[in-house]
T-cell receptor
Framework: DGGITQSPKYLFRKEGQNVTLSCEQN?????MYWYRQDPGQGLRLIYY???????QKGDIAEGYSVSREKKESFPLTVTSAQKNPTAFYLC?????????????FGPGTRLTVT | GNSVTQMEGPVTLSEEAFLTINCTYT??????LFWYVQYPGEGLQLLLK?????DKGSNKGFEATYRKETTSFHLEKGSVQVSDSAVYFC??????????FGTGTRLKVLA
């Protein structure tokens, strides 16, 4: 079955450590996205990528970094510069080209930093 | 800029009650509109969509009509079930990659 996988489901880190969240899709989608979800705030876009080796900042990119070396993979690194990293992180993908197209979401990773 | 406003939750209903979750938007041009559903601890799933004015999206008994004159895309269901308990997000997409999500409305259905 095609879909998006995120791992791990729960992640715990100490303050000051960088952490990388995995996102893989086998839908053959060109576009991939990272969102952050906090209670009562909906989804906020961190980064998105329209094509391999290219990505753009979203609304809250500070303290995060990404790479897009392969079409199916879009890992997100939460750096120690992110002031409040504890949140639920969602990865999504969609078709590329002229859209807009619906997004398909992974199950999410809940990150807790203490 | 573009924005989406949803009614505040939580919404609590008895099983078989009628559901309406209001969603209004502000956008330039002609956005596509979506409703997504999120079950506890999971990612979002597309529930329905509409790509132009007067389109009606429908799925699993849920419906929403793209009303350009009132800039609305309200979600409705005639008879809710306990299994419909979840958080519902209204979203718009204008241009290929920019999606705007509402803050979500939690629905709780009681048996």
């Amino acid at each position: 079955d095609g879909g998006i996988t995120q791992s791990p489901k729960y992640l715990f880190r100490k303050e000051g450590q960088n952490v990388t969240l995995s996102c893989e899709q086998n839908l053959n989608h060109d576009a991939m996205y990272w969102y952050r979800q906090d209670p009562g705030q909906g989804l906020r876009l961190i980064y998105y990528s329209q094509i391999v080796n290219d990505f753009q900042k979203g609304d809250i990119a500070e303290g995060y970094s990404v790479s897009r070396e392969k079409k199916e993979s879009f890992p997100l690194t939460v750096t120690s510069a992110q002031k409040n990293p504890t949140a639920f992180y969602l990865c999504a993908s969609s078709k590329g080209g002229t859209g807009p197209y619906e997004q398909y979401f992974g199950p999410g990773t809940r990150l807790t930093v203490t | 800029g573009n924005s989406v406003t949803q009614m505040e939750g939580p919404v609590t209903l008895s099983e078989e009650a009628f559901l309406t979750i209001n969603c209004t938007y502000t956008a330039t041009g002609y956005p596509s509109l979506f409703w997504y559903v999120q079950y506890p601890g999971e990612g979002l799933q597309l529930l329905l969509k509409a790509t132009k004015a007067d389109d009606k999206g429908s799925n699993k008994g849920f419906e929403a009509t793209y009303r350009k004159e009132t800039t609305s895309f309200h979600l409705e269901k005639g008879s809710v079930q306990v299994s419909d308990s979840a958080v519902y997000f209204c979203a718009l997409a204008s241009g290929t990659y920019k999606y705007i999500f509402g803050t979500g409305t939690r629905l709780k259905v009681l048996a």
